[in-house]
């Protein structure tokens, strides 16, 4: 089991294993929402963010309160746009589907920038989460958190290598002025819906 992957809950059998990718800028609200997701849902879910962190933290083993450090955040879009880590850590995130499947899991979700788009393009269910500027900014204060947001934005939808996008067959779902447990609610229904 790796950090940032749970495996809770153990509701909605089913017999087929599934994927749900969850993209989506900053603060848009996919951490909260995924985790919930998969407790609900019997899902492992992968914070792959947290893989960019901590080979930007590089030569230590991170642990939780070190990955959202505040130089961290500041850094990971530029470690997150090197073509050679995004090929090598593509492959390790992939990987995760197998170990999901190998422990017992419905599934697996994952949330990140791209992981409808590259990392899980057949993936059975995609979300693109999005708020205002405003929304997320508030949100991020209320977390004591320091975060560009508007930067990071800029920087992962312009990068050359898998940017930040909204996969065409993806749901897209603006969380401005929608609670978690709605958003929580929204994303469950269609995937108990055309999972069952």
Do not use: W
Request: contains cysteine.
């Amino acid at each position: 089991m790796y950090p940032e992957e749970t495996r809770i809950g153990s509701e909605m059998p089913r017999s087929k294993f599934i994927i749900v990718a969850v993209d989506g800028g900053a603060a848009a609200g996919k951490s909260s929402s995924a985790r919930a997701i998969a407790e609900r849902c019997n899902l492992m879910h992968v914070d792959s963010g947290s893989h960019y962190r901590a080979v930007t933290l590089n030569h230590t083993l991170p642990t939780g309160p070190e990955l959202r450090a505040p130089e961290v955040t500041a850094m990971v879009s530029h470690f997150a746009a090197m073509p050679k880590v995004r090929d090598i850590l593509l492959l390790y995130q992939r990987s995760h589907a197998q170990t999901a499947r190998e422990n017992g899991f419905a599934g697996m979700i994952m949330e990140g920038r791209d992981i409808g788009t590259v990392v899980f393009p057949d993936a059975d269910f995609k979300f693109f989460l999005s708020a205002d500027s405003a929304t997320r900014e508030a949100r991020r204060a209320r977390e004591g958190v320091q975060d560009s947001i508007a930067k990071r934005d800029k920087m992962d939808a312009g990068r050359k290598v898998a940017p930040l996008a909204c996969a065409d067959d993806a749901v897209r779902i603006d969380s401005s002025n929608l609670s978690l447990e709605e958003v929580i609610d929204k994303i469950s229904a269609i995937i108990e819906g055309q999972s069952s």
